[in-house]
């Protein structure tokens, strides 16, 4: 999977109190957090007593692309970058939602879903709530805004009555607050710069800034950020978590720690798996599908002792905006991104690892390029089981249209795509990869097993056949 | 080095013959062809009768990003891309340059540098010719319509007036035609799709459309297509070439053939060349500068069996326009492209592979990164020799700054970056791994030894200095 | 006053109810009555069930410069555009402001000013209504959903509360409503064009789609368009109305019909007023300030006898944005836009008819240039009586900065200014000028009576001194 | 005829030497010259030395909208705005044009055209000139540029060859030159502010910087302005001139002076004139349509002493670009831009003052809309002869499509747009009000004598039919 062009990324977020410079440090951590969301991008930024906001469809630079406000100066602020799950994609959509009460402000940007927003949102409106978008985040806003007491007693109250997930980074105009649900879906974590706490979704954001990485904002926790320091509010968390492991497996970036561990290291412990359950004889070289598999592919070559070669090279100003010349050539089209590298390929017997099949329809094209670049026989390898359920927590799925391991065996993919042979990662596999128990993961994914009830009745739908008689429904 | 930010490149060129769509193919060429200039991008396009053009500032897909003119059609055309190494940056430089005569159009695009510009053009404005810019192009054109005879006729003997680099694709209303300079400077192949006969800088333009590689057009040979077919003059040729050893090293794709061999393989000889010559003993990864370090990486790690690891990763999203937040927060920019991978580096003994060392500051930089993020030792090693020299054919070196290397031994840069040892590949050991002989290179940034001389005064300062009495020129 | 420079005006909002293509005629409403608001401009059009708004900033055919929206199909809708008279000027606060109720839609573009705004978002702040926006209208939406009943009940208990001037247009996705406050601050007329009703701010708006003008929408009265065909509520009426005497004056285009009575004959009944009040002996031209004064001029001149000739010609690009160059030449602005006519003025003893003198600076600058292109005397008149107070009903003269008017006698503006005479109308000619009594005027901005009681403490401060110690505060 | 929307100005041009920021005074000149062309705009300034230039599509403050370039310095400069009389519009035909020789810069802007064009290319390109755009002004420069001697010398040899109309500014690095040729087709004016020398196709761009105005530079005067001040070199002569009536009729702003006479004034002669003519018994009201209307009317009123009113109001906001809604309401265009005023009309006989009848399919539409404004009776009266000929010295009439007085009888136009009586002045009396003798103007498109030889091709086709064999053609 190519991880520019598919976007089905929920979101990115990031806070910060106490630092000199908050809209720098933000912008720079939604930089880092940019493959999470590419449709929009925003900044809310207060000094202690005025709120200044700022947001624009498009990547953080475009967004930004005459500088940061010059009013938007303070001690603290968020940042979102979205790609919508919930909500079509127009600006007043785009995150963080600002509440511009007379007396209080309140902002907050979110990564996650929320499964019962339609039952919530009418008892809302019921007792006269407006709402201008249909996004989670103004649900949260809404939600938290009429109940009493503190902002924390609020907050607690509310996430008592949300169902699914949530990651939040929060602002008043004197504090930050974090909070993630009871599952702990989605990831956050806590770093610091010098007196500056900040929050981010992945600890790159971090890295960008030179912050030090301290600890995740652990499942049911509200931890806030004020002048007083930091402190922390543990709300109801259950007895095992459900952690998103396609987090591991493809969305976050190779070079964070999620979940308190490593990308890199489990995403090559995943091929190392692989070699193991699924091990090609004969091999000339191991070649990634670029620029997601090359981390399995590694693993794969150091535990089968395959020689790992770049077979496919990218080209790198993919990412940018493609106007399709004209349909008579639009089959071209793979080859825009990847080419594959004759010299590398010529009379070989290769492994190609990637990280899934969606609809098959573009790996069949890639293996009929390698075939034609000379390859002698192509076994793909990919790193985890096959995806067959939807996602109800923040991951679109379905926006990549059907998925082919839903309706087809493993036999009948490998033969769909033209490869000699194919093999997933096995369910068992890939949690023996993972540095965390497998009870502690949600992998709906894979298992059709959703932790959290799904009510709504958009969800009573097959992701293969988008009707709800489906006998591939669990 | 990084191959997106250092715009070092001189142009990209594509024409083609005989096809129905040739904006298409064109379009698609330039986005292959996009790594060799980035500022401005420009199609031609004749129905063999009437020429369409249109050009403009920025990466193809901007330029185009309304889509190919609707009146683009016809069956031949050229397009280029352009990073300016003679004229300044502005739309009326971009290429390709098109003469509207009356009874005639000429349209050309050239890559490489005139090194007796002034003196041609002088002689050319004494006799009423009118310059509208200060590019080789329109001096090109110029020196060819003030000559008599037919077109083929005229450029043989307007080349046995120009010196210096050219590869050039030509358009008339019904021809195209291609040209290399006597010494094969820079690269030019011939492919074909079908019956459309296909021009371009590299290989990976033809793989692109799905064209097949045919030859390269040889030192001194103009090649003409039109409804005859292909047919060759071969001009006059050196007894040996000097084609750019740099496209090897940095230049090209990896995917591309330049000079009728593989770029990738090439960049893995360099690698186990200087695993030879300058192993690391005890080392635990070899960790590649992306993306241009990667290949020799690869053949480091072959060579020496120090396993390849991924030490630092790139962000995806660079290469897009940055708008640096603010001054207080620029000493970060080091970390917006490249975030080194902790879990990777931590107390590990470590090679990096790099293609050069520019100014040094840099390196210094991500030395020092990679230090911060738990490296024990850090041994800088380098695909190429030191480059001293400028280079007056078409490389603008010079944009880059003073090279480190012009006035520190290789010690005293080591001493500057702060590694623990620091190599360089040798000069022998770089020919060892290039597929063709010494002697048909042109290798005058790391030696001196200019194959043509150069005339123009604009050339007689050291790189180093900017002075023409300093000790350091040859 | 220049009618284009010079942004003080409220609004323009324009509605329609069973046309086949609503989005159409509701542009070319906006388009007419652009002089209304510059700001931004927005249409939300309803085809019974769904509802598609679109908004943006700047001119109307700047935010729809790209088409109508595809999607904008049906037959209902409003359209609004704006100039900030509360709220800065943000696309956020653009209208026409929407709410997305799950069940219902609400829609609606206000001209006017609340002057309770305050009170009355705190109190439904109170009961958790989150605003996201400090715009009236945002206001108006939360008070009108949170009451209880049919639409139109909760309408006429939300008019209850608020207190100031509203002319409104809501939609509902089967319904076109039209409301005016009690008393009548801001115009709102009604016209039919075929099946279709229609309400705009002035007829001018009929006019470009050649509907048919039927009467207003009287003061207090809540008209309602669906498919019942249309029907009305008379809500509350105070004995007189409370009618903006500046839209005769300046505000509203010449050629529309405002409060039943056409504009053009009563700015040219203040000029014959003028010529009867404040006659020039020996006078050889009347010289309108174009535009605004033309009218009155021609009153003027009819009146006196004395010729109207153009005695500044205005340039016919103003309007457009103007970089001005540098500070060196900045204080040639005043030509930039009006250039007087040396061959009309030479040697003239002239009568200058302005509508407004607002600080004195620029009608000090053009008394010096028409000086400097001859005229022996220069005699100005100005066809209303000096403004002294503010405006608190939506119109936003504090923008003009200081009044010359509140601080200076007639005589000391005379020798200001530099002309030989200078006189306004007086307080009873103006009302001897319009068609309708005095009581059913407000003319608070000339003698500081104000109808609606003013509560909010930003009022409380004098136009011309910013402070709330002021003698000249009534 | 409405002079924002009919754009058939050919260009306005401006030159000044010895000012400290020509840049500044050039962008104000063509400001003020923007009714003269609204295709492209454009500035090259020198300060000795170096010379830079900016040219761009659009107005002067679209092309300028980022401000003047910073490096735009120095003491001499010229500029230009124009509208395509040959050439297509593209950014590579914006002038000024500019040759940027190793030794001496050059640059020029032209308003007219050279009707032997094609004759003078074709023998230049012979001799190895290469033109990139097929301008009046590039073959100027070339024509100039190859001749020898000093570039006066040059100057009066080219202008030897050249045939048509020209006004000409052009630069070296430390000169202005300025000329106009022997019939003196189009205006051009010399103006003086402090030290500074200006040149300006209309006064009305000196009035706005606050220069003074000199005289115009003579029909075949060459005017040389640098540093040891001005002087002028008297070319052949004709033994009358052929200045373009039309300018005094409609192209010029009524507040300059054009050949050395006030515009205001000749247009209210030629409404005095018209009243004298072709009066109408018994009228209410005369009104003019706006703009280009008023002054006739000012005269036709002045001249019969029936009242003047504004019948027809204007939008302000016309000129910007406006993007028709959708088909089904295009016929509405006419109200876009001009509204009838019903209570100026209401029953009465009515004198329609205009200043042309194109096709009249307009002017049939506004008599319907003023007929269905209630006027009892139209009267059109037309400030000039009916317009027969096309115009080959820089009006494009063509454009404008076929002319209805080519192919009717006054009696059958009347007919065609629906009015009661129509009636043009005569020959006779437009010569009548001019301030020079009939023999000193270019009046051909009234009477098809042409002053000027046309030898190419192109124009060999009536305007009516655009064939050759039509016996329309004189």
């Known amino acids: 999977m190519d991880d520019l062009s598919s976007k089905r990324e929920a979101c990115g977020i990031f806070g910060v109190y106490g630092a000199e410079n908050p809209a720098d440090l933000i912008y720079l951590g939604l930089y880092a957090l940019q493959h999470r969301g590419q449709e929009s991008a925003g900044i809310v930024v207060s000094d202690g007593t005025s709120v200044v906001a700022h947001k624009g469809m498009g990547l953080a630079p475009d967004v930004f692309k005459n500088g940061l406000p010059a009013n938007m100066k303070g001690h603290l602020g968020i940042g979102h970058v979205r790609y919508s799950t919930t909500g079509s994609s127009m600006l007043k959509n785009a995150q963080p ?17 929320i499964v019962n927003i339609s039952e919530l949102r009418r008892k809302l409106e019921a007792r006269g709530a407006i709402f201008q978008t249909s996004t989670d985040s103004e649900l949260i806003a809404h ?4 109940k ?51 929050f981010a979704s992945e600890t790159c954001a971090l890295d ?67 070699a193991l359950e699924a091990p ?36 790198h100003y993919v990412g940018r905006t493609f106007i399709q010349p004209s349909s008579a050539i ?40 390698l075939r034609e670049a000379g390859a002698r026989e192509i076994h793909m390898r990919i790193s985890c089981p096959p995806i067959k359920f939807p996602c109800f927590y923040g991951v679109d799925f379905s926006s990549k249209g059907e998925l082919i391991a839903c309706s087809k065996t493993v036999e009948q993919i490998c033969d769909f795509i033209g490869a000699d042979s194919l093999a997933y990662l096995s369910l068992e596999g ?45």
Chains 1, 2, 3, 4 share one sequence.
């Open 143 to 146: 939600l938290v805004l009429h």
């Open 208 to 274: 960008i800034i030179d912050a030090e990485y301290i600890r995740d904002v652990e499942p049911g926790e509200l931890v806030i950020a004020d002048h007083n320091g930091i402190r922390s509010i543990q709300g109801p968390r259950r007895s095992h978590s459900a952690m998103c492991i396609f987090e591991y497996i493809y969305f976050s970036r190779p070079d964070s720690m999620i979940f308190e561990h490593g990308v890199y290291q489990v995403r090559k412990q995943l091929g190392l798996q692989l």
């Open 280 to 315: 090609v004889e004969g091999a000339d070289v191991v070649v990634p599908m670029p620029a997601s598999g090359n981390y399995a592919a590694l693993g794969f070559s150091q535990g089968s002792g395959v020689p790992f070669e770049y077979g496919v090279i990218r080209n």
């Open 430 to 474: 890939m949690f023996r990869a993972m540095p965390l128990p497998a009870k502690d993961f949600c992998s709906a994914c894979f298992t059709g097993k959703y932790p959290v009830k799904v009510v709504d009745e958009y969800t009573k739908t097959c992701l293969e056949c988008r009707t709800s008689e489906c006998l591939h429904w669990p």
């Open 148 to 198: 009493k007491g503190s902002l924390e007693e609020r907050l607690i109250k509310a996430f008592d009555e949300l169902k699914g997930a949530w990651s939040l980074v929060m602002l008043t105009p004197d504090a930050i607050l974090a909070a993630r649900d009871p599952f702990g879906f989605r990831p956050l974590c806590i770093g610091r710069k010098g007196d500056a706490i900040i």
């Open 330 to 369: 639009r089959n071209l089209g793979v080859r825009l991104k990847l080419n594959p590298v004759r010299e590398i390929l010529q009379d070989r017997k290769i492994v190609v690892i990637d990280d899934s099949i969606v609809r098959g329809t573009t790996s069949k094209l890639r293996t009929r390029a």
């Open 97 to 113: 939602f600002l509440v511009e009460q007379i007396d209080r402000a309140f902002a907050l940007g979110h990564n996650g879903n």
